[in-house]
């Protein structure tokens, strides 16, 4: 009888874990990554810094000179935003989209041509003014079919008339096995990653399963370090929420005492959770808005207000344990590590405070 039992909830298991995948898989996460409240999460969630983003790169090229210039405080803030509207460009994420759907069609059959050429005839419209999907290209099969090319004759047809810089005709042997893996296990994430945007389109069946094999082994290795403060942070946190895995990367983020990251996490996992697209005009949640209530914080200072600040940071910090521990208690997977590693943040904080508190005493403040 137990024997049988086991069978039953094994077959209840997998047929959980078959819908599931299939639930996932038929979803378009197209329709959930242009929306611009998970946008703003996703630039939210990086960490931002300037001399990381804005650090040379070693591309071959002749770097510039450093220019110092006097400046006016209104030439300065007009140069601060300006940086910060090229940092929001260079931590743009790369469109996240589902595999292409095949295109190929046949257009006619002249089985009279059968025999006339021993390979395929390929023809192209160059006009300058057609982009890249939708210029006409068709393909001549020897045994007098003509039809439209599919996406691979597309891709190499496209780059030999129209190249794209950087881009190859033929795949580059790193995206193939073992050579692939051999640049993971070199932890050269941000190199595979900027080489696959250049070389593939986003929905190509090879950049999907590239990424994928990226994020894959950047989340099992916990080296999320490695793509903080570049482009591909963003995605590697969707790729994680689409598929619900975002425990590893909430552990990380709680263990470095971002509570405000590890929130905002859970607030694009609970959006990609959801079964119909996301609009950007439905209003927030009380959820969500209380979310954002954490985030406040006092903008006085001085010793009077030290007190008033401590309680409301205090309070913003409760919030956000209450969320963490809701989605640690409902949705969590490694619920006792995620526990064990809220518990002890809650020990230092409290820890923080009496030693702050300690030392007003001690400056004669309080």
């Known amino acids: ?163 794209v810089d950087g881009r190859t005709v033929t795949m580059p042997k790193m995206f193939e096995e073992p050579h692939l893996t051999e640049c993971l296990d070199r932890e050269e994430y941000v190199s595979v990653l900027d080489r696959a945007c250049v070389q593939f389109e986003p929905d190509d069946p090879d950049y999907i399963r590239v990424t994928s094999a990226t994020y894959d082994h950047v989340d099992a290795a916990r080296l999320y370090e490695r793509l903080q403060s570049t482009r591909h942070f963003g995605a590697l946190a969707f790729y994680l929420a689409w598929h619900r895995r975002i425990d590893n990367l909430l552990l990380y983020f709680i263990q470095l005492e971002k509570l405000d990251q590890a929130v905002k996490l859970i607030h694009l996992y609970r959006l990609l959770r959801s079964a119909e697209p996301i609009s950007d005009q439905t209003p927030p949640t009380r959820q969500e808005s209380s979310q954002s209530d954490g985030f406040s914080s006092s903008s006085e200072s001085g010793p009077e207000s030290e007190s008033s600040s401590s309680d409301s940071d205090s309070d913003s910090e409760g919030v956000q344990l209450d969320i963490i521990r809701d989605y640690i208690e409902n949705a969590s997977v490694k619920r006792p590590v995620l526990e064990l590693a809220l518990q002890n943040f809650q020990h230092l904080s409290a820890e923080r405070r009496r030693v702050e508190r300690e030392q007003r005493r001690a400056d004669g403040r309080q």
């Open 1 to 163: 009888m137990a024997f049988r039992r086991l069978l039953s909830f094994n077959h209840v298991g997998n047929n959980f874990c078959r819908k599931y995948c299939q639930g996932v898989a038929s979803r378009d996460p197209s329709l959930y990554f242009f929306s611009s409240r998970v946008q703003e999460l996703l630039f939210q969630l990086n960490d931002r810094q300037h001399d990381l983003v804005f650090k040379p790169r070693k591309l071959g090229q002749k770097l510039d000179a450093p220019q110092y210039v006097f400046m006016t405080d209104e030439d300065l803030d007009k140069e601060r935003r300006r940086i910060e509207q090229c940092l929001r460009e260079k931590l743009q994420v790369p469109p996240v989209l589902g595999p292409r759907k095949p295109i190929e069609r046949v257009l006619a059959k002249d089985p009279r041509l059968e025999g006339l050429h021993d390979s395929k005839l390929v023809c192209i419209d160059i006009s300058p003014d057609l982009s890249d999907r939708k210029r006409m290209i068709t393909v001549r099969e020897p045994d007098g079919t003509l039809r439209t090319a599919n996406w691979h004759e597309r891709g190499r047809i496209n780059q030999i008339f129209l190249p």
